[in-house]
């Protein structure tokens, strides 16, 4: 690409949104990290940059910063803007819903009024299948599935953006929308150089599966074998964190070739289902471990089981999930045990 691609990256040293700024480079792009670290280690500016072999710009920004974000809007004539920066766990956010709805919409709207002003004419929005809440006529859904009531405050706040979206669209000069619904983000890059950092404890499976195995969680807990699924546990659709990025690159290419205002939803998933059952066994076979773990009680606002349609995403973005799940539980092993070892030395 000979004329530099600026592409705003916010929550870019996040876990989602490392990887995509690994990808974005890859295809010659130049992405602007905007992240406070608030959720993100510093460390993963070095893990990115090891991977891809040149520096990467950070600017240490709280995305929800009008004045500080439009320096860089007024320091980079940006082509695009990828929106990552969120607060995205389900239980805080029902913990916690006044600092998700802050946060999660004001950063939004601050990189909403900011490329309005500076004219930047795509962006991509980081949703979740979340916003179907529990589906109600089939477990696979697709783009027009209609939303449910979210099951918690963070995946309300992603409906309530994928509407701010829209109202913007209609009220813009030019703006080009692309929302991503993800699915079950899993796995590292196969570097083992960046992954998953959860805050604390983590609250989604395969984190917790990987730490259980290191020792630094006691054991695991299954929420649930009571399900009406072929082993009584419940499926998700769990798409590697690299193919998510690599949606992105597309989903940016496909923007750019939209003559006309957009605004488009497409899910972002493998398009198959696993059990948390499978996923424990799949572990345990990779790592040739025994993994510790117990059945307990269902978790609250957990869905049966959910997977995407993801004819849309291949149709339109010429996307699909290359990687296995099993690709990803290898990845996640290999980026859990390099990071404890890095970190703590032994
Ligand atoms: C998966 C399955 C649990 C932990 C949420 C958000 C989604 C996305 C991913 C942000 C469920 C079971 C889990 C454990 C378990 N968020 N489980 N024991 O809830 O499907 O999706 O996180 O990007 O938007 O909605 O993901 O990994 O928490 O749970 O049995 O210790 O694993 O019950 O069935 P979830 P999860």
Redesign the pocket.
């Known amino acids: 690409m000979s004329k530099k691609s600026y592409i705003l990256v916010t929550g870019g040293a996040g876990y989602i949104g490392s990887h995509t700024v690994v990808e974005l480079i890859r295809q010659g792009r130049t992405p602007i990290i905007v992240d406070d670290f608030r959720n993100a280690d510093r460390k993963i500016i070095a893990g990115i940059e090891s991977i891809v072999g040149t520096k990467v710009i950070v600017h240490e920004i709280d995305a929800c910063n009008q004045a500080e974000m439009e320096l860089i809007f007024q320091q980079y004539p940006f082509d695009g803007i990828i929106h990552f920066a969120a607060y995205?766990a389900?239980a805080e956010s029902v913990a916690e819903p006044i600092k998700y709805y802050s946060n999660n919409i004001n950063s939004l709207l601050v990189c909403l009024t900011l490329a309005e002003k500076y004219a930047v004419k795509h962006f991509l929005f980081s949703s979740?299948?979340?916003v179907y809440g529990d589906p109600k006529d089939s477990v696979i859904v697709d783009e027009k599935t209609p939303m449910q009531t979210a099951n918690?405050p963070?995946?309300t706040t992603k409906q309530m953006c994928e509407q701010i979206l829209s109202d913007v669209v209609r009220s813009s000069a030019h703006l080009k929308v692309l929302k991503l619904r993800?699915f079950?983000?899993v796995g590292a890059d196969e570097s083992g150089k960046i992954g998953e950092l959860p805050n604390g404890e983590p609250?989604?499976?395969?984190p917790?599966v990987t730490q259980t195995a290191l020792g630094i969680l006691e054991q695991?807990?299954?929420?649930?074998n009571d399900y009406n699924t072929p082993d009584g546990?419940?499926i998700?659709d769990y798409i590697h964190v690299t193919d998510l990025a690599s949606a992105h690159v597309k989903g940016l290419e496909w923007c750019e070739t939209q003559s006309a205002k957009t605004d488009e939803i497409i899910n972002i998933g493998a398009g198959n289902g696993t059990s948390?059952l499978e996923i424990i066994h799949t572990f345990e076979n990779i790592s040739g471990k025994r993994l510790n773990w117990k059945y307990g009680e269902r978790?609250v606002g957990?869905?049966e089981q959910i997977y995407a349609d993801v004819q849309k995403a291949r149709r339109q973005l010429q996307w699909s999930a290359t990687r296995t799940m099993e690709d990803a539980v290898r990845d996640a092993w290999n980026w859990e045990q390099k990071w404890r070892n890095e970190t703590t030395g032994n």
């Open positions: 995205k389900v979740s299948c979340t918690s963070y995946g993800y079950n983000p609250s989604n499976l395969l917790y695991l807990t299954v929420y649930g546990t419940c998700r948390v978790r957990d869905v």
